[in-house]
């Protein structure tokens, strides 16, 4: 491959890359915004600076600053970066969650929003954060509820394990087990976190179709579009159909759907 050629891929990965940061900023920004100030209130009062681990296009860190924190924020996406950046004006880093560019015991608090589907490894995450506490800081995550109870992101993700190649099936599984408050309260405390509580928020969304509510997954859920897009064609399409055949489900007139998302509100004190 020439210098050229190298030149022109990694511009095309840059403008996919911003396409997909700005179809999750149209589509799951608005929704994960409605539990952000829940979110923050956990963290109770400010008692020193503040992280918001994941921030997306900043929301949090907006509520944070709304409620008195000082805070940074980060994310390991270079557009989402930018999007907080230009939302917030800063600080924004661009850093991994499993190797946090931040000292030992420097935050007395983390918030972090519907970032554990993505963490390759769960547990790393967390004792990174840990690490980053103070003795008795606080952690506040949101993450998506089970399918059961939020299929506005769990009806995709189930209908696709059922269908999908063994490797991604597993990885969907893995997903899955981070929308169950029992194992995500164990796994906490098993990195050093105690008083560990866990609540379910629940808001409604309304989207104008089935198809819009697909194309808004596919098009910006990093996660979900990059185990689909590996899937055959065959697959693709019988996942497709079978969730635009139960979306009907949650039709409420015409071609619209109201469609529950729930999330899980988790809070732990570092030990």
Same mark, same amino acid.
């Given at each position: ?68 924190? @000082? ?7 270079? +557009? ?12 924004? @880093?661009?850093?991994?969650? &499993?190797?946090?560019? &931040? ?29 980053? &506490? ?64 866990? +609540? ?72």
């Amino acid at each position: 491959m020439t210098a050229a050629d190298r030149a022109t891929l990694a511009d095309f990965r840059a403008r996919q890359e911003r396409r997909r940061a700005e179809a999750y900023t149209r589509f799951f920004s608005p929704v994960t915004a409605r539990f952000a100030g829940a979110l923050v209130r956990r963290l109770g009062h400010p008692t020193g600076p503040a992280l918001d681990l994941g921030c997306g296009d900043g929301v949090v860190t907006r509520e944070l600053r709304a409620a008195g924190w @000082v805070s940074l924020a980060l994310d390991i996406s270079p +557009e989402l970066a930018a999007a907080a950046l230009a939302g917030t004006g800063g600080p924004v @880093v661009i850093g991994d969650a &499993l190797r946090l560019p &931040l000292a030992s015991a420097s935050l007395a608090a983390v918030a972090s929003a519907f970032v554990l589907p993505h963490l390759d490894d769960l547990n790393t995450a967390l004792a990174e954060t840990r690490r980053v &506490l103070r003795r008795d800081g606080v952690l506040a995550l949101a993450g998506w509820a089970s399918a059961a109870v939020s299929p506005f992101t769990g009806l995709s993700a189930d209908l696709l394990r059922h269908r999908a190649a063994a490797t991604e099936a597993r990885l969907l599984a893995e997903a899955g087990k981070r929308t169950d408050a029992d194992h995500l309260a164990t796994r906490l405390a098993g990195v050093g976190f105690s008083e560990v509580t866990v +609540e379910t928020v629940t808001t409604v969304v309304r989207m104008p179709s089935p198809g819009h509510w697909w194309k808004g997954l596919v098009g910006g859920s990093c996660g979900f579009t990059e185990l689909l897009q590996v899937q055959s064609r065959e697959v693709q399409q019988a996942a497709r159909e079978a969730f635009l055949a139960e979306a009907r489900d949650f039709t409420v007139g015409g071609e619209e759907v109201a469609v529950p998302a729930a999330a899980l509100l988790i809070r732990g004190r570092a030990t």
